[in-house]
C-alpha cells in the first residue's frame, strides 16, 4: 500500500519559518497545497502576469532558462530534491514580473502553493515576507553572476563549469549529458561545444561516447 503524503512534514522541511505561522496559517497552506506528477520533458512556463505560486520540488530535477525571440535558451539554475522554486511567485510583488521556463529534467513531483494563498501568509507574516525576499534576491544575485560570467569569461570555462555542475549533481564521473545540454548550460552553439570538448579529450581532460562524457581530470577542468 502506498504511503500518505505527510504535507505538513513536507512543508516544514521545505520553509524556515513554518514553525513561525499560527495554526490557521498552517492549516490553510497545507489545505491548498497542490501535488502533480510532471513526467520528464514536460515544460512549463511562468510570467506575463500570470503566477504558478510557490512551488517545492519534491522529487526530481528541474532546469530553470530564459528563451530568446530567437527561440534560443539559457539555463539560470537548477532545482532537485527539497528545492523551492520561489520566482514562479515573484510577479506577486508589486511592479516584479519574471519571464521563466522550466524544464522537467526527470521525472518530477512537484508540490505548489497557490498565489492567492502564499501572498494572504507573506501579507500577514513578517517571517514570511523576509524568507520570501531574501529567496528572490538570493537568486537575483546568481543570475546576475551567470550573466557576468557569459560577458567576461571565454566558453571553455562555461562548458568546464557546466561539467562540473552535472558532476556534482550525478555523483559519478560518467555524464550522462548531450552536447545540446551543455550548449544551453554554457550559452553557446552545439559545434562549439562539440569542439571544446574534443580539445578537452586531447588534453585528457576528458573521455567522450556517444551521449556520454566521462570525466577524468576535475581538477584540471576546475583550473580552467
Known sequence: ????????????????????????????IQEHTIENFCPRKTMLHFGGGECAGVQII?????RVFITSPGGGDITLFRLVDGDVSILSAACMLNGMDVELDMEMETDCIICTI????????YDESGAVK??????????????MWLFNEFVFSNVA?????????????SGGEMLNITHETLAKDAGTAREVVTRVLKQFQKDGLVKLTRGKVEILDAAGLGRI
Not at 6 to 19: G, R, S, T, Y
Not at 58 to 62: A, C, E, I, L, W
Request: charged share 30%.
Open 1 to 28: 500500500m502506498k504511503a500518505a503524503i505527510n504535507m505538513e512534514e513536507i512543508l516544514a522541511e521545505a520553509f524556515p519559518f513554518w514553525n513561525s505561522l499560527t495554526e490557521k496559517q498552517k492549516k490553510d
Open 58 to 62: 519534491r522529487k526530481g530535477q528541474v
Open 114 to 121: 497557490p498565489k492567492s494563498v502564499y501572498k494572504t501568509v
Open 130 to 143: 523576509e524568507y520570501t525576499l531574501e529567496m528572490i534576491s538570493e537568486k537575483f544575485s546568481d543570475i
Open 157 to 169: 570555462s562555461r562548458i568546464a563549469g557546466a561539467l562540473m555542475e552535472h558532476r556534482a549533481l
